[in-house]
């Protein structure tokens, strides 16, 4: 079943040069897809479209079959519950004021989820490896990896169906970064994921299919697999060679 589709769309700033032309694929449920493609490929612009931030000039964003109705509350409240994200930096992304309860605990609140807060809050809290005495500390006693681990439990607390990621792990030293993509990895068996990134070896050891982005057009999407073992396209041929060593058998 297809859970999220982009059909042609296009996207420019007022009369500006398009960012985006002709974008159309899918994602289907419980699926892994990256996204990938270098700065000023589009692909932040594309994920304000996958948010409902912004409408395409052209075409049409699809979830559950239905266009997305960017200009109803009530539907985009019900959006955001199903659809979650996790940005690029661990340590702007979470409010230093807040305790890091009140920061997983914030989209319950703002998108009305009845049940016990409390419970919810632990078990995402348990989801992403931390401790229950995270809870009452704030973002400053962290590390960036933890924040990070933080920053996943406020987007899956109130259990999305898919989880978009937008560079999620490219502020992280290495590390760090290996730790967090094993937990994208096991949140990837739970629900639909749509990871962004321009570093092609994470896609590879995350994401089953992959879309490659050049300047705001579709040139390659299949298998990850596939891709990487068969590139087509010039561009994506460049990426791969770009990569020193890509990861041997973890593609899924």
Not at 61 to 66: K, Q
Request: proline residues 6%; glycine residues 8%; aromatic residues 6%.
């Amino acid at each position: 079943m297809t859970l999220l589709s982009l059909e042609k769309v296009d996207f420019a700033y007022g009369r500006g040069t398009p960012v985006l032309q002709q974008v159309s694929f899918a994602v289907e449920a419980g699926a892994s897809l990256g996204i990938v493609g270098e700065s000023g490929s589009g692909k932040t612009t594309l994920l304000r479209l996958l948010l409902g931030l912004t409408r395409p000039t052209a075409g049409s964003v699809r979830f559950d079959g239905e266009p997305l109705d960017t200009r109803s509350g009530s539907y985009m409240r019900s959006y955001r519950r199903q659809v979650q994200a996790v940005f690029q930096d661990p340590y702007s992304s979470l409010d230093p004021r807040q305790s890091i309860f009140d920061i997983i605990a914030e989209p319950l609140r703002s998108l009305r989820i009845d049940g016990d807060h409390g419970n919810m809050v632990s078990a995402a809290l348990d989801a992403v490896g931390l401790t229950p005495d995270s809870l009452a500390r704030y973002p400053h006693q962290f590390s960036g990896g933890q924040r990070q681990r933080i920053a996943i439990a406020r987007a899956i607390v109130a259990r999305p169906r898919l989880l978009l990621a937008d560079e999620a792990v490219s502020a992280l030293d290495l590390s760090t970064r290996v730790r967090i993509v094993k937990l994208f990895e096991t949140l990837a068996q739970s629900m639909t994921l749509v990871f962004v990134s321009h570093d092609l070896g994470v896609v590879a050891a995350l994401c089953r299919d992959m879309v490659v982005l050049k300047h705001g057009q579709v040139v390659e999407a299949g298998r990850t697999r596939d891709i990487l073992a068969r590139p087509q396209h010039p561009y994506t041929k460049t990426l791969i060679a770009s990569v020193p060593r890509m990861p041997q058998g973890i593609v899924p």
